[in-house]
């Protein structure tokens, strides 16, 4: 073996052992992150939550039944697994009470469920959240470009939905996959149809579905509600056709 070839093994070897160095400083770093800084962010960010409900609200002589709760964000925290539910990835400030049909806007979408509530998020002006090319992940798209929350009872939501004109869902197909089964790319390839709007993975379904899966007690109560609510709120527009890809 020539002295090149010994050098240029050199090099390799060094290379490999610098980048296992890296590679541990990295998994290092997010371990710490994940176990011990994401715990303080999550319960720093509670308590500035509850001293900003304290001074801006809503108190109690703001919630009327059957409306719609909205908040203006302040400050969107940075997406983390840890920090799962809506509400606690924003730093929100009440701004008015309105009426239910607001979540009918163009702009609103259905984020998630939780124990109770129907979370929306209005979106930046100009952005299409069901643009599978540039959004091929709807929560993600939803966080990234939220500009208000909107906060909907279940009870609320379930009585709104029910006194609408009929609307069977025939319009709307579901696709429920696994994770790296090249589902993003057949939902892409469907959008690039425009036959349809394509809502790849929006995380209320996967919230419906969780409470259907544990069965969840206030789930098991109304699940035809649940499900109806979640499913006519992300496919709103009876006359357009919807592709819905979960997973």
């Avoid at 609200?57 to 709760?69: I, L």
């Avoid at 163009?106 to 109770?116: A, F, I």
């Avoid at 208000?148 to 025939?170: C, M, T, W």
Wanted: net charge positive; hydrophobic share 40%.
């Amino acid at each position: 073996m020539g002295t090149a070839d010994k050098s240029k093994l050199k090099l390799m070897s060094s290379f490999s052992d610098y980048t296992y160095i890296v590679s541990s400083v990295q998994e290092v770093l997010y371990i710490i992150r994940v176990l011990f800084l994401a715990p303080i962010y999550i319960i720093l960010a509670r308590i500035l939550q509850w001293i900003i409900n304290l001074m801006c609200g809503p108190y109690h002589a703001h919630y009327e039944q059957d409306k719609a709760v909205s908040y203006d964000i302040l400050w969107d925290l940075k997406y983390h697994f840890v920090i799962r539910n809506a509400l606690n990835c924003f730093l929100r400030k009440f701004k008015k009470v309105q009426e239910i049909s607001v979540v009918e806007d163009e702009d609103v979408s259905l984020y998630c469920v939780n124990d109770t509530d129907f979370i929306f998020t209005r979106a930046r002006p100009g952005t299409d959240l069901f643009d599978c090319d540039k959004h091929p992940f709807l929560f993600l798209a939803q966080h990234n470009t939220a500009i208000e929350l909107i906060i909907v009872s279940h009870q609320a939501l379930f009585r709104y939905i029910n006194a609408k004109p009929y609307y069977d869902g025939r319009n709307i197909t579901l696709s429920y996959m696994n994770g790296r089964c090249g589902s993003t790319l057949a939902a892409s390839m469907i959008h690039k149809t425009g036959q349809c709007t394509v809502v790849s993975e929006p995380w209320a379904m996967l919230d419906t579905l969780k409470y259907a899966y544990t069965a969840h007690p206030k789930f098991q109560a109304d699940n035809h509600n649940f499900i109806k609510a979640t499913v006519l709120t992300i496919a709103k527009d009876p006359k357009r056709k919807y592709f819905i890809k979960m997973g």
